[in-house]
């Protein structure tokens, strides 16, 4: 079975506990523009990162506030902070890297923190049964542009998933897509 699916190309970007960011900022979250996966937001608030060889500034700060820390990058931007972060699924950040997040004077170094995001797909539960596909399962993603191609992507279903292929800018750059480019799924 196939099914259609548009890209969303993800930037670098930082979730944080209500710990960490209220030991850096004294205001509220704010929610300047909703993405795309229901209840989640880009907010007015952005942070450096950095690492042993170098830093990353205005690094934008996703809502809502989370129950673990985690920094997504690119692996450009880790060659620039000097860190080698695991390719991961959102959440999984045992024995990932550590940087330091940084707001004016205020320094937190997370550990565990750090990774290259795995390329998946946001579905909802009622999508699973559609696409006849499981929660966590792997796919192909076939690229049939100027660059051609098949990228791996994980399923990732919550109750208000919305269809989205998402990767990061490197592998975006390294196929020439773009947001909302349409690619084939095969199971």
Do not use: W
């Not at 969303?8 to 929610?31: A, C, M, P």
């Not at 975006?172 to 690619?183: I, P, R």
Request: hydrophobic share 35%.
């Amino acid at each position: 079975m196939s099914f259609k699916v548009k890209t969303g190309i993800s930037n670098r970007h930082v979730h944080l506990t209500e710990e960490v960011y209220y030991k850096l900022f004294d205001e509220e979250l704010v929610n300047i523009r909703d993405l795309k996966q229901t209840g989640e937001f880009v907010s007015d608030k952005t942070v450096t990162i950095a690492g042993p060889k170098g830093t990353i500034e205005d690094v934008r700060i996703l809502g809502p506030l989370r129950k673990y820390n985690q920094v997504e990058i690119s692996h450009t931007d880790a060659f620039k902070l000097g860190v080698n972060p695991p390719v991961r699924r959102s959440g999984v950040l045992d024995n990932s890297e550590t940087v330091t997040i940084i707001k004016n004077e205020k320094r937190i170094e997370v550990n565990n923190c750090c990774i290259l995001a795995q390329a998946h797909i946001h579905m909802n539960f009622e999508d699973l049964k559609t696409y006849n596909v499981q929660d966590d399962e792997v796919v192909d993603v076939i690229i049939d542009k100027e660059r051609k191609g098949i990228i791996k992507a994980h399923i990732k279903a919550t109750e208000k998933g919305v269809l989205e292929f998402h990767i990061d800018r490197d592998e975006a750059s390294a196929f020439l897509l773009n947001n909302e480019d349409e690619l084939e799924v095969i199971k």
